[in-house]
């Protein structure tokens, strides 16, 4: 069971994620240690391994990083779920391996600290808190094979 942390917010951009100043690394563990602390200063405190970021539209835009994916995967989150995302966030995040789920109405149906339990290949979130169910559209069979692989790399070097 997952955590949902939820901002009610558009437009969260990687400068949020992972701020310029920690972008001195590529370690996942050191760029946690920063992961959303000047949108919430909290965050990492609080935030348990197989937790849920949820949001509103356009999460990601802004700068191209790959660090704002790595930052967020290495506090222990395993899905950001939100109206829609910026495109290059998007690719980010599947060619990293890391979860995400377009869900335009998240923010009306999902509540902070909201116990989750999703279905990647079927499209469902249960919410435990609420005991609804909540459909979505899941990612193209090739990007869930990407993400099941640990990502692109991961991806080409196994065919």
């Given amino acids: 069971m997952a955590k949902a942390h939820v901002y009610k917010r558009d437009h969260i951009n990687t400068d949020e994620i992972i701020p310029a100043r920690y972008l001195n690394t590529d370690d996942e563990a050191e760029l946690a240690k920063h992961c959303l602390e000047d949108l919430d200063v ?27 994916v790595w930052a967020i995967r290495g506090a222990g989150v395993k899905t950001v779920i939100a109206k829609s995302f ?40 249960k919410n435990k808190t609420t005991g609804i169910d909540i459909k979505f559209a899941p990612l193209p069979d090739f990007a869930l094979e990407i993400i099941n692989d640990g990502g692109l790399l991961e991806h080409i070097k196994k065919k």
């Fill in 42 to 68: 909290h965050f990492v405190k609080k935030v348990q391994p197989g937790d849920i970021i949820v949001a509103g539209s356009d999460f990601g835009c802004g700068s191209s990083r790959e660090h704002a």
């Fill in 86 to 125: 910026a495109r290059i966030f998007y690719r980010n995040a599947i060619n990293n391996g890391f979860n995400i789920i377009e869900l335009p109405e998240a923010l009306k149906k999902i509540n902070n600290a909201d116990e989750l339990q999703i279905d990647y290949q079927n499209g469902l979130i």
